[in-house]
Structures are given as C-alpha cells and as structure tokens.
Nanobody, 112 residues
Framework: QVQLVESGGGLVQAGGSLRLSCAAS?????MGWYRQVPGKQRELVAT???????TYADSLKGRFTISRDNAKNTVYLQMSSLKTEDTAVYYC?????????WGPGTQVTVSS
C-alpha cells in the first residue's frame, strides 16, 4: 500500500505561479500529476520516473515543470504563467510495480 500526501494548491491570479508537492510513503518508480475539472475526464499533466524520464501533456510544455526528490519520495509540479483554464483538482499518481495509487487531490484555482 502507498499513501500520497499532496500540498501546495490554492488560489492564484492569472499569470502567477504555484508549486505542488506530493510525498509518497515509500519509494515509487513513476510518479506524476493529473488534473480534472467537473464534467471532464481526468487528464495527464506530467509524469517522471525514478531515473528522470519525463512526459508532459503537449499543451502544458513550457509552463509546467515536474521534478522529484528520490530521497524524499516526493514529486513536485512547478506551474508558471497560470491561466484560468488551469483551474482544476490536481491529483498525484504513483505507480509501484503493477499497481497505481491516487492522492486525494488538491484544488488549484486561477482567477482572472
């Protein structure tokens, strides 16, 4: 079993920045962030493996940066130049072997 603790969400004005953090209770091979708005499917934001391989949603490249600290089992998402359409619940995801785990989600609201 893996527990994920997310932090860093909140309210920010358009053009601002936020950093999300997600700490896992044990080492994880691949961690990432997804987001979801009401009425829509959860979508990929970015993932990163323990060896540093990164995948981004094409639409977010250049504004969002994912990183991780393997010693702390923590993944970060630095979000810059935020837009109102980035408003969503952001979920941390961890994959350990064949199992996936979700965090409870953290709300990010970008105001105009």
């Amino acid at each position: 079993q893996v527990q994920l603790v997310e932090s860093g969400g909140g309210l920010v004005q358009a053009g601002g920045s936020l950093r999300l953090s997600c700490a896992a209770s044990r080492s994880i091979s691949r961690m990432g962030w997804y987001r979801q708005v009401p009425g829509k499917q959860r979508e990929l934001v970015a993932t990163i493996t323990s060896d540093g391989t990164i995948t981004y949603a094409d639409s977010l490249k250049g504004r969002f940066t994912i990183s991780r600290d393997n010693a702390k089992n923590t993944v970060y998402l630095q979000m810059s130049s935020l837009k109102t359409e980035d408003t969503a619940v952001y979920y941390c995801h961890a994959q350990r072997f064949a199992l996936g785990y979700w965090g409870p989600g953290t709300q990010v609201t970008v105001s105009s």
